[in-house]
């Protein structure tokens, strides 16, 4: 392979819209660059980017893909990144490592619901952006509507500079603006004078502006987002992709000190520090893991600055060294080995498990250290269980495998329901996850919604009484508690005191009381649930010289503290959500609606990048399925997050029904 130089490099993320042909020209363009002999397909299971068997399955991307093209003494890496939301994870770690964001927009589909999310991520990164309209000369293509939508979408700052060479579909040629005449060439010259004060005195002027400046002038404005260029093309007929590639490698911006990705000082988010100067010490982030059979873990990396050979390194996160012995450039799933990557490059190193999706590796520990991925929260969640016994020691070590290559998965065993709950975007997503599982690790699991974290506490005082006496032929087993009970401060917990007078209960017996109280607590009462925020006082109770010993106590205070609760007025408690929810303006009565029926209370709403913003609080146990309803009731274009707020209690005519629930379960475990 030719050596290139930082200057050669052009790091470009094709995002947007399922079935808006990210993939289908990414194959393209490998065989324009003589990469490929032939181009690969998706439908025919042929794609060098799509290449993962659940992906030929589908037909559809589901994980980033990174591939290398030379165009014109260039290099161009293309990140191809999924375009359906389930996915939007991969979009947000793939999108980090560009230096400039590509929306796909199919001529024949206009804008779609996807469209805009992974434009905003664009946006939130602060990083150059083009548009690509896409399939131009397709059956049903309408590129004037469509340049049209993305105007009045994004901006009138999008200014077409490839544009169809003549109107309506089948489609034969593309003009280039910037160094063709054709309707739109005036409108683009203005709009980039308009960006320089000195062009725009000289086309006031009426003098004519050089090559030179255009092309000048539209490298600078497309680097600071002032100006977001529009290009077109057909993946399949090849129409207007080798103009496009020519305005990637003539007017994009290679690798520069501005990267997507925070940067501070080692293990002190808190505390910015510089970017190093291209030309400076190694420094790398890694953006994505990838867990081949054969290979083993294999991480893909961003560098950020100075140069890098098979060497020992440091892995900023840990303060450890880790050794590099063999560095590769990732094309789909292969990796080609290299001897040196420099500044600007993708690169992949295998075999090194100690490393995580957004670690940092540098020089040396004391160096710098890149901030983690803006990855939005997963918001749908199963309970599984694995189908077969032996798999129970096996499944958590196969899903923190699979967590450390998604930023949107995660996984956790619930404190209080004792499940283990699985979390992603979406059910498309989970599923994708658990084939992956049962593929990979051979673990197979069944699943269900899993159980809502109820508490049990009390609203009055009372009092509890037991005495636990057992005789069995040798030695008995005595003890007798009267214990009293009153609501605690939400969040205190249990707050037990000893008011023993006069040796009634020896002093050596409290522990056993409290150990009895404590365990009666994670057991619960009422329904199962633990019990919280209680104030207990031991003030009575009795012995015996012989036959009273500490698991007799225990058994006691266990008791009477459940008889005690059981008179203090009961209730359960619920999660509350915080909740934000995105959707268009023609959805808006149908989600309000929907959500006063789900007990939800909106405390704001508002306008954010065209899309409605709805803020409030909302029970947890009615939005375990929301995603699912959600996109129901916006067509797709609805987007939400939740994080846990606090516990209220639940209202008494729903009461009784999670009581009977609960206890419904029960007996089945039994």
């Known amino acids: 392979m030719a050596k290139y130089s930082t200057e050669d490099i052009r790091n470009i993320a094709f995002i947007g819209d399922a079935d808006s042909g990210k993939t289908t020209l990414a194959d393209r363009i490998l065989k324009l660059a003589g990469v490929m002999g032939h181009a690969g397909s998706v439908t025919q299971k042929t794609s060098v980017s799509d290449f993962d068997e659940q992906e030929q399955q589908r037909q559809h991307s589901i994980y980033t893909a990174v591939l290398r093209a030379p165009w014109k003494n260039k290099q161009i890496h293309i990140i191809d990144t999924p375009g359906y939301p389930d996915f939007i994870g991969e979009v947000v770690t793939g999108l980090g490592a560009a230096d400039t964001a590509v929306l796909c ?148 911006p290679g690798p520069s000190p501005r990267v997507n990705l925070a940067v501070h000082k080692p293990g002190s988010p808190e505390e910015p520090a510089e970017v190093p100067p291209v030309d400076g010490p190694f420094s790398a982030f890694v953006f994505k893991i990838l867990t081949d059979p054969f290979v083993g873990k294999i991480a893909f990396f961003r560098l950020v600055s100075g140069e890098l050979t098979p060497s020992t390194v440091s892995l900023v996160r840990t303060g450890g060294k880790v050794r590099i012995n063999a560095l590769l450039r990732p094309q789909g799933k292969e990796q080609e080995p290299a001897e040196e990557l420099v500044a600007g490059e993708i690169g992949a190193v295998a075999k090194i498990e100690d490393i995580s999706l957004g670690d940092t590796l540098a020089d040396g520990a004391d160096a710098i250290e890149f901030g983690g991925f803006p990855a939005p929260t997963p918001m749908v969640s199963l309970a599984v269980s694995p189908k077969s016994r032996g798999d129970e020691g096996r499944i958590s070590t196969a899903l923190q495998k699979l967590a450390e290559e998604d930023a949107t998965f995660e996984f956790q065993r619930h404190r209080q329901t004792k499940e283990l709950v699985i979390r992603g975007m979406s059910s498309l997503h989970l599923d994708v996850v658990l084939s992956r599982l049962k593929r990979r690790y051979n673990v197979e699991v069944d699943t269900k919604v899993p159980d809502v974290a109820y508490l049990e506490t009390i609203t009055a005082g009372a009092e509890g009484h037991y005495r636990h006496k057992k005789q069995t032929g040798g030695r008995g087993q005595f003890a007798e508690v009267y214990i009293r009970i009153e609501p605690n401060e939400r969040g205190e917990g249990l707050e037990f005191i000893d008011e023993i007078v006069g040796g009634k209960i020896p002093k050596n017996f409290l522990p056993a009381i409290e150990k009895g109280v404590r365990e009666r607590m994670e057991k619960g009462v009422v329904a199962g649930y633990e019990v919280v925020d209680v104030k207990a006082r031991v003030h009575d109770g009795s012995f015996h010289q012989v036959d009273s010993d500490e698991a007799s106590f225990k058994i006691a205070g266990s008791r009477c503290f459940a008889e005690a609760v059981s008179n203090a007025k009961p209730v359960l408690l619920e999660p509350v959500v915080k909740f934000e929810i995105s959707i268009p303006s023609k959805s808006m009565g149908d989600v309000t609606s929907d959500l006063s029926g789900r007990r939800g209370r909106i405390s704001d709403t508002g306008v954010i990048a065209g899309m409605q913003v709805i803020t409030g609080e909302v029970p947890l146990a009615e939005v375990l399925t929301y995603s699912t309803e959600l996109r129901s009731m916006t067509g797709g274009e609805g987007a939400y997050t939740i994080e846990f707020s606090h516990y209220a209690p639940v209202p008494s005519r729903l009461q009784q029904t999670v009581i009977t629930r609960a206890q419904a379960a029960k007996e089945e475990q039994k």
């Open 105 to 252: 927009i199919s001529a024949a589909g206009g804008v779609g619901v996807n469209t805009r999310r992974t434009w905003q991520l664009a946006c939130d990164y602060g990083m150059p952006r083009a548009i690509l309209v896409t399939k131009i000369d397709s059956e049903h293509a309408e590129y004037e509507k469509t340049l049209a939508q993305v105007v009045a979408t994004f901006g009138k700052n999008c200014v077409p500079v490839i544009i169809p060479a003549e109107p309506g579909a089948n489609v034969t040629a593309v003009t280039n603006l910037l160094t063709g005449e054709g309707e739109g060439r005036q409108e683009l010259i203005e709009s980039l004078a308009e960006t320089d004060d000195r062009l725009m005195e000289k086309y006031l002027e009426d003098q004519e502006l050089s090559e030179e400046e255009i092309a000048g002038a539209l490298t600078a404005a497309l680097a600071e987002g002032a100006i977001v260029p529009v290009l077109c093309c057909s993946a399949e007929s090849e129409v207007g992709v080798a103009e496009v590639l020519d305005v990637i490698t003539s007017y994009f």
